[in-house]
């Protein structure tokens, strides 16, 4: 133990206080005894714990304990080995040094107790070293009064929660301090769709996209940015579990969303973990270790089904998942998002049994509407603070046969007041809106309708139109809408929506792709065949003028239509800087 360690010529501690004598003997006893670990538990946490080592065996026997099997340096190493981690320990030669140090159990409290001022120390070290660098920096004296208070409040909490059994009168509410708080004015987390502390759901069939759009969300609420037009808000430290896709799929979903190894932010991200399954208690300790060590404010689950061992349909399962890991995460005001598939009847919601959604403060539904549009929809709330529904647009480029970096953005569309119709023009959505407001019949053309969008000064493009009109011609006969008096007796194109504005068919994708990281096992979208522009001719003969030639866009080089083209713009909506998609962003 060094309680006077030595200081630099700046006044700032080189030597962190640690003791590890009295660690390694702590260690040593807890990890042949559930009484040892629960005696020195009541004292220390795993925080106390100076040595990293030492740590990860603290948290090994906690899981053991925690999942009703007493603790041994056999199964510890077991344990630790499934982990992948055995090198941490020595190759377990750790476990032996400190299974053979006997420790009379009458002696653990004392020890145990040297662990817990050794961390007292380091906290108080570290906190002057806070102050000394505020000073350094010019921090005004309120600044520095508020971390001195800030720090006496932490260490006060950690006595009423960590030593002996005062943590369980912790847990009664302070009526002072409670009706003090306006919870009213809580701030959602950027995206509106919950907020600090909720647990919410998010479920969707496959080909909607859920781990696309929850990976961009959390990506630009790790690093600070706005999502669906809300505004920015200080980047928010996330841990995301996923078992479900591939690392060759989360990299290029995170570069075509303009992401890199230095701007990552606070997302620390697990690919397949090790975790024990999260409706037991071992892998309650499991994600409760990986959250203290990353200091995670946001836990994803992606996907719910494959971190559970229980059935799916057994209300006991989600039972046990929320009584293992949820409640511990929301006691301690840990957000968390579960990413969850649609059952065989999508009215019905998620898979399942309807035990998984009674804990949550919100179950948000994503379908895809085809065009690029999702639908997401808040179905159960308990606050219900913030909106009920968003209609989005997901925007993505190719750039040869990748997906361009920065190319792939969700934006919130908007509605225009007076009309209700989508205020983003150009998709196949706006275009169908269009012609019907328009009262264009149902069996309309191609070249006819590429015509009226002219006429109208509306954009479109050849694929968004063809589109257009296949799911016009295949709508039943509708009175009020369809007015014309002779129908055609040709089928509808076998054309596919498109799955993203502004994709080229043509560039070499997997088969099957309709997205960044979905891969060919997964159900896709055909590119929509190139339709040949419009030209005008009597239809007599007479030679077709030459189409007059369209100023570009100046990132994705495609002609620019419509009213893009008329007012001077010089950048396609999907690259326009003002709706954050352009690769500058």
Same mark, same amino acid.
């Given at each position: 133990?060094?309680?006077?360690?030595?200081?630099?010529?700046?006044?700032?501690?080189?030597?962190?206080?640690?003791?590890?004598?009295?660690?390694?003997?702590?260690?040593?006893?807890?990890?042949?005894?559930?009484?040892?670990?629960?005696?020195?538990?009541?004292?220390?946490?795993?925080?106390?714990?100076?040595?990293?080592?030492?740590?990860?065996?603290?948290?090994?026997?906690?899981?053991?304990?925690?999942?009703?099997?007493?603790?041994?340096?056999?199964?510890?190493?077991?344990?630790?080995?499934?982990?992948?981690?055995?090198?941490?320990?020595?190759?377990?030669?750790?476990?032996?040094?400190?299974?053979?140090?006997?420790?009379?159990?009458?002696?653990?409290?004392?020890?145990?107790?040297?662990?817990?001022?050794?961390?007292?120390?380091?906290?108080?070290?570290?906190?002057?070293?806070?102050?000394?660098?505020?000073?350094?920096?010019?921090?005004?004296?309120?600044?520095?009064?508020?971390?001195?208070?800030?720090?006496?409040?932490?260490?006060?909490?950690?006595?009423?929660?960590?030593?002996?059994?005062?943590?369980?009168?912790?847990?009664?509410?302070?009526?002072?301090?409670?009706?003090?708080?306006?919870?009213?004015?809580?701030?959602?987390?950027?995206?509106?769709?919950?907020?600090?502390?909720?647990?919410?759901?998010?479920?969707?069939?496959?080909?909607?996209?859920?781990?696309?759009?929850?990976?961009?969300?959390?990506?630009?609420?790790?690093?600070?940015?706005?999502?669906?037009?809300?505004?920015?808000?200080?980047?928010?430290?996330?841990?995301?579990?996923?078992?479900?896709?591939?690392?060759?799929?989360?990299?290029?979903?995170?570069?075509?969303?303009?992401?890199?190894?230095?701007?990552?932010?606070?997302?620390?991200?697990?690919?397949?973990?090790?975790?024990?399954?999260?409706?037991?208690?071992?892998?309650?300790?499991?994600?409760?270790?990986?959250?203290?060590?990353?200091?995670?404010?946001?836990?994803?689950?992606?996907?719910?089904?494959?971190?559970?061992?229980?059935?799916?349909?057994?209300?006991?399962?989600?039972?046990?998942?929320?009584?293992?890991?949820?409640?511990?995460?929301?006691?301690?005001?840990?957000?968390?998002?579960?990413?969850?598939?649609?059952?065989?009847?999508?009215?019905?919601?998620?898979?399942?049994?309807?035990?998984?959604?009674?804990?949550?403060?919100?179950?948000?539904?994503?379908?895809?509407?085809?065009?690029?549009?999702?639908?997401?929809?808040?179905?159960?709330? @308990?606050?219900?603070?913030? $909106?009920? %529904?968003?209609? =989005?647009?997901?925007?993505?480029? &190719?750039? #040869? *046969?990748?997906?361009?970096?920065?190319?792939?953005?969700?934006?919130?569309?908007?509605?225009?007041?007076?009309?209700?119709?989508?205020?983003?023009?150009?998709?196949?959505?706006?275009?169908?809106?269009?012609?019907?407001?328009?009262?264009?019949?149902?069996?309309?053309?191609?070249?006819?309708?590429?015509?009226?969008?002219?006429?109208?000064?509306?954009?479109?493009?050849?694929?968004?139109?063809?589109?257009?009109?296949? @799911?016009?011609?295949?709508? $039943?006969? %509708?009175?009020? =809408?369809?007015?014309?008096?002779? &129908?055609? #007796? *040709?089928?509808?194109?076998?054309?596919?929506?498109?799955?993203?504005?502004?994709?080229?068919?043509?560039?070499?994708?997997?088969?099957?792709?309709?997205?960044?990281?979905?891969?060919?096992?997964?159900?896709?979208?055909?590119?929509?065949?190139?339709?040949?522009?419009?030209?005008?001719?009597?239809?007599?003969?007479?030679?077709?003028?030459?189409?007059?030639?369209?100023?570009?866009?100046?990132?994705?080089?495609?002609?620019?239509?419509?009213?893009?083209?008329?007012?001077?713009?010089d950048t396609c909506l999907g690259c326009d800087p003002t709706t954050g998609s352009h690769p500058a962003a």
């Amino acid at each position: 133990m060094n309680p006077h360690p030595p200081a630099d010529h700046d006044g700032l501690n080189l030597t962190t206080p640690h003791d590890n004598e009295a660690e390694d003997l702590v260690v040593g006893a807890v990890m042949h005894s559930t009484q040892a670990f629960n005696d020195a538990s009541a004292a220390i946490s795993r925080d106390d714990i100076y040595q990293p080592s030492r740590r990860l065996i603290w948290d090994t026997v906690a899981g053991l304990v925690a999942s009703g099997t007493g603790p041994h340096p056999v199964l510890i190493r077991a344990e630790i080995e499934k982990q992948g981690r055995l090198r941490e320990v020595d190759q377990g030669n750790l476990l032996i040094k400190l299974g053979t140090d006997y420790l009379n159990p009458a002696l653990l409290p004392a020890f145990t107790e040297r662990v817990y001022e050794s961390a007292r120390q380091r906290r108080y070290d570290a906190h002057s070293n806070d102050l000394k660098q505020a000073v350094r920096n010019g921090a005004a004296g309120d600044e520095l009064d508020a971390l001195v208070q800030a720090f006496h409040q932490g260490e006060q909490l950690r006595e009423n929660t960590g030593r002996g059994p005062a943590h369980l009168v912790a847990a009664l509410i302070n009526w002072d301090s409670f009706f003090a708080t306006d919870f009213g004015a809580i701030q959602l987390l950027p995206g509106k769709l919950m907020g600090p502390g909720q647990q919410i759901t998010l479920v969707g069939d496959g080909k909607a996209g859920k781990s696309l759009f929850c990976q961009e969300w959390m990506w630009r609420m790790a690093t600070g940015q706005s999502f669906l037009d809300d505004t920015p808000q200080p980047a928010v430290r996330i841990l995301y579990l996923d078992a479900e896709n591939g690392q060759e799929q989360v990299q290029e979903r995170f570069l075509s969303f303009g992401a890199g190894p230095r701007n990552m932010g606070q997302l620390r991200y697990a690919s397949f973990p090790p975790v024990r399954p999260l409706d037991t208690a071992g892998g309650g300790a499991d994600l409760i270790a990986l959250v203290k060590a990353t200091g995670a404010e946001l836990v994803v689950i992606d996907t719910v089904s494959r971190f559970i061992s229980g059935p799916e349909n057994d209300a006991d399962t989600w039972l046990s998942l929320y009584r293992h890991t949820l409640l511990p995460l929301k006691r301690d005001r840990i957000a968390s998002i579960r990413l969850d598939h649609f059952g065989k009847d999508k009215d019905r919601g998620g898979r399942g049994s309807s035990a998984k959604t009674q804990d949550v403060d919100h179950v948000w539904e994503l379908s895809a509407q085809g065009g690029g549009v999702l639908s997401l929809k808040r179905t159960h709330t @308990r606050t219900g603070i913030g $909106p009920d %529904q968003f209609t =989005i647009l997901r925007q993505a480029r &190719r750039d #040869g *046969d990748n997906w361009a970096h920065g190319g792939t953005r969700h934006i919130a569309m908007t509605y225009e007041a007076d009309t209700g119709m989508a205020a983003v023009p150009g998709t196949v959505d706006h275009i169908i809106s269009v012609l019907d407001r328009q009262g264009i019949p149902n069996d309309t053309g191609n070249r006819a309708v590429r015509q009226i969008l002219a006429g109208l000064n509306e954009p479109g493009g050849n694929d968004k139109i063809a589109e257009a009109v296949r @799911r016009r011609k295949a709508r $039943p006969i %509708q009175d009020g =809408i369809d007015v014309s008096g002779k &129908r055609s #007796g *040709d089928h509808p194109e076998p054309r596919f929506p498109e799955t993203f504005p502004g994709t080229h068919p043509g560039t070499g994708k997997t088969p099957g792709q309709t997205f960044p990281g979905n891969v060919a096992e997964h159900p896709g979208t055909p590119p929509v065949p190139h339709v040949p522009p419009s030209k005008r001719g009597n239809g007599e003969g007479t030679a077709e003028p030459e189409e007059s030639e369209k100023p570009l866009c100046t990132v994705c080089n495609t002609p620019l239509h419509g009213y893009r083209a008329d007012r001077g713009y010089d950048t396609c909506l999907g690259c326009d800087p003002t709706t954050g998609s352009h690769p500058a962003a």
